[in-house]
């Protein structure tokens, strides 16, 4: 589990010991961030993305001027 949260949580609506992040009592669900590998996964995946437009573009501009 994250190293910022407690190993048991309470619900903030009624108390009672949620599961996975969820109450089962009344379905109120608490905030879990991203773990580290997975956002750095995501912000290779963008600039990966993001350079191959900047690539086409370059081309297409090249092409078009020549």
Do not use: S, W
Not at 27 to 34: A, E, K, Q, T
Not at 36 to 51: D, P, R
Request: proline share 5%; glycine share 4%; with cysteine.
């Amino acid at each position: 589990m994250n190293k910022h949260m407690p190993e048991t949580l309470h619900c903030k609506r009624c108390k009672t010991e949620m599961k996975n992040g969820v109450c089962p009592a009344c379905g109120f669900r608490v905030y879990v961030p991203m773990d580290e590998k997975k956002q750095n996964k995501i912000k290779f995946v963008l600039t990966c993305v993001f350079m191959a437009i900047l690539v086409v573009l370059f081309v297409v501009l090249q092409i078009k001027n020549g």
